[in-house]
């Protein structure tokens, strides 16, 4: 949090090209890659050598998706990447996480939002007790039934009853 936001966007890539080169870092290339990322992912910040923790809580995970984005990864984990935030800021980083989703790339949402869990998923796979109890499509259940799922129930032929889930 006390890296500034030209940092934090390389920070998993500060050592390759083109952010340095002969061991040196090159801090024109880092900010202008921070400042397209900035631009990008409409992150609301004064400067990039301003602290990561003087900006507010949407526009920190702006900045963290922009990077982790940015990294163009097969796998994106998403863990309550909403958390706290304004609608502007939710519905942002949900467009950004479909837009990665209709590249073909996998995201992991991991959110206790069951209403950001049916909205942007394909597939919900229900943990309990430490296990995936089911897999559902959202658009073949609703909230209640992924709730008595998560309180450990199992679904029967559209009537409930509680599973025993003893440890063998």
């Known amino acids: 949090m ?3 936001i030209g940092d934090n966007m390389v920070l998993e890539t ?3 090209k083109p952010f340095a080169r002969g061991g040196l870092m090159r801090f024109d290339e880092i900010k202008k890659h921070a400042q397209r990322l900035i631009k990008e992912f409409d992150v609301r910040t004064p400067s990039v050598d301003t602290p990561a923790r003087a900006l507010s809580g949407g526009n920190q995970q702006k900045a963290i998706i922009a990077r982790e984005v940015d990294r163009d ?3 994106l984990i998403a863990s309550q990447p909403t958390r706290g935030l304004d609608v502007g800021a939710i519905e942002f980083i949900h467009k950004r996480l479909i837009e990665q989703r209709k590249k073909g790339k996998a995201v ?3 959110s206790l939002e069951l209403d950001e869990i049916m909205n942007i998923s ?3 796979a229900v943990i309990y007790d430490g296990k995936i109890i089911d897999i ?3 658009r073949e259940t609703n ?3 992924i709730g008595l799922l998560m ?3 199992k679904l029967t032929g559209g009537t409930h009853h509680a599973e025993s889930h003893e440890k063998q």
């Open 122 to 124: 394909d597939r919900i």
């Open 136 to 138: 559902l499509n959202p």
């Open 108 to 110: 992991l949402l991991v």
């Open 73 to 75: 990864p097969d796998l």
């Open 151 to 153: 309180a450990g129930h």
């Open 14 to 16: 500060y050592y390759q």
């Open 2 to 4: 006390d890296f500034s």
């Open 143 to 145: 909230e209640e039934e």
